[in-house]
């Protein structure tokens, strides 16, 4: 069949990061124009300077909510309560109408020379302005309630259908993945659905594909090597280091490539890393491709601190788990979303301080939902899993609920320091592919959350409200 178009440009930006663009350049604004105090100083990290001024009335700020209170949402739809979830907050005012510089901000890069930076725009006439998206029904599933988030539009059903159809094939007839007993397992994952609500930006479904790919090959090798299908900790270290070789290839003899070759053939995890590895090197630029084989060094690291743990029957204290954590999570999946989206953050600015700390506050942020969403999940699970509430529970001597509720609000304080973080950036450094960039992370933590809401196959929620 052929290939779907991108999403219209209209959605190429959801509600979600729209309203995540107005909270973090506005903030950005206000502070580049003296509106806002840059933050309480952080010992040990130098504050980031203000960044010149945005032309244009300032944007209103959406504050922090603290913990316990209820969370309005977006475009008008209720937000869920940190006590019940039934209790709804009054009907926020309609948001003023956003200013031309903001507009311009969140519409992506313009004027000469950055044409190239909107693939999806080519040879389509005039840019599209980008609008929040209209109130609609609320996502299947249920939020957890008091949980910081922002509610996002359905993803392109045409794009997940072909993603879907597309990642299936790849797995079945390419690297053939799973055995016939798994097939429910690996629909129910509903990986299609996950990749287009977390890169909307994607030009192409192979852009999308990119993604997809990789996502899949790493939950294998999460199932086979560490968790409930087949895995261990036992040996762990020696599996992980060889399935790592097909990402960062081995350099050795004649005589002995060959039989490292074969081994990336000897299994489907390693077939499946090897596979969405070729496929990314070939969309990627070679700067990209090394920044994504250091965050999967990050990941295989965190694997091993948390087998090793298991190994030993030692819960860690909950900053040492959050440590782990801040290792064995996502941030593969957010920090290649300039190749998703058909651009390159330049590595100078990828590596910057700053960007650094926000990227790892979104992948901090976004594990935990794993954590809080898949807490169930776990207890059901025949070995012991560790996730923040079980940690916090045992190490604080709290009741499972009060270990959960604890862990939401720590997720919160990731979330709000992420979005505080990134619009000091975002004043600092007003790069047109910075600013993408930025949007592009937030859109992969809003999509994120998205998935573990509505994955009702996979998921519930514990019964503590």
């Not at 993604?211 to 762990?236: F, K």
């Not at 077939?271 to 969405?276: D, E, G, N, P």
Request: charged residues 20%; glycine residues 8%.
């Amino acid at each position: 069949m052929p290939e779907p178009g991108p999403s219209p440009l209209q959605s190429s930006l959801p509600g979600a990061a729209a309203q995540f663009g107005a909270h973090v350049l506005g903030s950005a604004q206000a502070r580049a124009t003296g509106g806002l105090p840059s933050g309480p100083a952080v010992p040990g990290r130098p504050s980031v300077p203000a960044g010149p001024a945005v032309q244009g009335p300032a944007v209103p700020v959406r504050p922090a909510v603290p913990s316990g209170r209820a969370l309005p949402g977006p475009a008008g739809l209720p937000g869920p309560s940190a006590r019940s979830a039934s209790a709804a907050p009054p009907a926020p005012p309609a948001p003023p109408a956003p200013s031309p510089a903001l507009l311009r901000l969140l519409g992506g890069p313009s004027g000469l020379g950055t044409e190239g930076l909107h693939p999806a725009r080519r040879g389509e006439g005039p840019p599209v302005p980008v609008a929040a998206a209209e109130p609609g029904a609320p996502a299947a599933g249920n939020p957890i309630p008091g949980l910081y988030h922002h509610p996002v539009p359905e993803p392109d059903p045409v794009r997940v259908e072909e993603v879907s159809r597309r990642i299936k094939a790849w797995a079945v007839d390419e690297v053939d993945l799973f055995p016939d007993a798994w097939e429910n397992q690996f629909d129910g994952f509903h990986v299609g659905r996950y990749m287009v609500a977390c890169h909307p930006d994607a030009p192409t479904i192979e852009h999308l594909m990119v993604a997809t790919r990789l996502m899949v090959a790493e939950n294998a090798v999460d199932d086979c090597y560490c968790e409930d299908h087949g895995g261990s900790p036992i040996g762990l270290g020696g599996r992980l280091l060889l399935a790592h070789t097909a990402i960062d290839p081995l350099h050795t003899t004649k005589e002995y490539e060959p039989q490292w070759a074969e081994s990336l053939r000897s299994d489907a995890p390693r077939r499946a890393y090897s596979s969405a590895m070729e496929y990314f090197v070939r969309q990627a630029s070679p700067s990209q491709t090394d920044r994504y084989r250091h965050d999967m060094a990050r990941l295989h690291l965190g694997y091993l601190a948390e087998a090793a743990w298991s190994q030993t029957e030692y819960v860690p204290e909950v900053w040492e788990y959050l440590a782990m954590r801040q290792f064995n999570n996502f941030r593969p999946c957010p920090t290649i979303t300039d190749t998703v989206g058909g651009y390159e953050l330049p590595a100078d600015l990828h590596a910057q301080t700053a960007m650094q700390r926000v990227i790892a506050l979104a992948g901090n942020a976004t594990t935990i939902v794993n954590d809080l969403y898949s807490y169930t999940k776990e207890l059901a699970a025949p070995v012991r899993h560790m996730n923040l509430p079980v940690v916090i529970a045992d190490r604080e001597g709290t009741s499972d609920k009060e270990g959960y509720l604890k862990a939401v609000e720590v997720h919160n304080d990731l979330m709000h320091a992420f979005e505080a973080e990134a619009a000091a950036l975002a004043a600092a450094c007003p790069v047109p592919s910075v600013l993408r960039f930025l949007r592009g992370v937030a859109v992969w933590v809003d999509g994120n959350h998205y998935w573990h809401q509505t994955n009702t196959y996979r998921y519930s929620l514990p019964d503590f409200w």
